[in-house]
């Protein structure tokens, strides 16, 4: 069986990013028969330095105002439902999530820290919860079955770890979600299953010399997002 090496950038705030993992997942389990996926999550942070704030708010300053976050919206609620999410984007909040990554790259066992990924997207979108508050990160963490809760989210070396991520990504392309595979075939965006499951084959039967896009769909990069 061939081993398909996929690299996930995403932040917990990208509306698109959920959407996008449900979409991966489905695409990994229609070819677990033909292929085997090691997939390794990285880091990126669209509100560097922002103090959380109400998530509409963040998005009219993103967008340019309060029509075009609310067709945001609406095209983010209707993929979402697709894959089975709930978006209550009353709730929600945006902000700097350098603690939430900091969590999740201080958990060693991988079925664990993607138990913890879940929880995150589902605390920020569906639940309203506050993730730029330690107590409540690591209420999560000890809830997905976190064994040590000695972390430090401020460590030196893991924030420079994050960095290295955002820098990886800004080499290939600009925002979230992005997947890249075995170092040479891109996804931008949110894309359908179908697009998915073709680039992972493609790269599974080939191995291209070159890096090459396989597609975009929507996303989320630092000073917008795509809708």
């Given at each position: 069986m061939k081993t398909v090496n996929v690299e996930v950038w995403s932040d917990f705030v990208c509306p698109w990013c959920w959407i996008a993992k449900k979409r991966?997942?489905?695409?990994?389990?229609l070819l677990a028969d033909q292929v085997q996926v090691v997939v390794t999550n990285r880091a990126y942070r669209l509100g560097r330095g922002v103090l959380p704030m109400d998530y509409k708010s963040a998005l009219h300053q993103k967008l340019g105002g309060a029509a075009a976050a609310?067709?945001?919206?609406?095209?983010v609620r209707a993929n979402g439902l697709g894959e089975g999410l709930v978006y209550n984007f009353d709730t929600m909040r945006f902000g700097d999530t350098t603690a939430a990554h900091a969590l999740i790259k201080r958990i060693d066992e991988p079925l664990v820290a993607q138990r913890m990924m879940e929880r995150l997207y589902k605390a920020v979108t569906t639940d309203g919860l506050d993730i730029f508050d330690r107590d409540v990160l690591l209420s999560m963490a000890k809830e997905v079955g976190v064994v040590d809760m000695t972390f430090d989210l401020a460590s030196?070396?893991?924030?420079?770890?994050?960095?290295?991520?955002e820098s990886g990504a800004s080499r290939i392309a600009n925002g979230v979600p992005l997947f890249l595979f075995n170092s040479s075939v891109f996804v931008s965006g949110a894309q359908e299953v179908g697009v998915l499951e073709r680039a992972i084959l493609d790269v599974a039967r080939e191995a291209p010399e070159a890096m090459a896009a396989a597609g975009d769909g929507e996303s989320c990069c630092i000073d917008s997002c795509s809708h």
């Open positions: 991966f997942e489905k695409a990994v389990t609310d067709r945001m919206m609406a095209a030196a070396r893991i924030a420079a770890e994050i960095q290295r991520d």
